[in-house]
């Protein structure tokens, strides 16, 4: 039932708002987490994908928001089976959190840990 509205939101907001706002972005990963939650992971991966991208030119790659977008990538990827495919975002986002936040921060050293355990 929240998906016609979530998609009827999102419509308004990319007539009204353009693709690239943060509001559109916020209804599309909005959009991405019901269709995930209910199993339709071939449905939210270029959904998120597109998010990540707009997020990227918006905030920046180092943006928290972005970054948990990227985690959600991985999710979906490995929910998806497509383990290969989880290792290149962490690894991306080591080197962002690297970057951004510094080597002792507590988020790259989550992300570090993270991508070790893949390895």
Not at 23 to 29: A, C, G, Q, Y
Not at 82 to 107: F, H, K, Q, W
Request: with cysteine; proline share 3%.
């Amino acid at each position: 039932r929240a998906e016609p509205l979530l998609r009827e939101v999102l419509a308004c907001r990319q007539k009204t708002l353009g693709q690239m706002d943060l509001d559109t972005v916020t209804s599309l990963r909005s959009l991405v987490t019901l269709l995930a939650a209910e199993g339709r992971l071939d449905e939210a991966l270029p959904l998120l994908q597109q998010a990540i991208s707009c997020l990227r030119e918006l905030l920046g790659n180092g943006h928290e928001e972005t970054l948990e977008s990227m985690q959600q990538l991985a999710t979906l990827h490995r929910a998806m089976g497509s383990d290969d495919l989880v290792l290149p975002v962490y690894e991306e986002m080591l080197t962002i959190c690297r970057a951004n936040l510094g080597d002792s921060d507590p988020e790259t050293l989550r992300v570090a840990s993270a991508t070790a355990g893949l390895l």
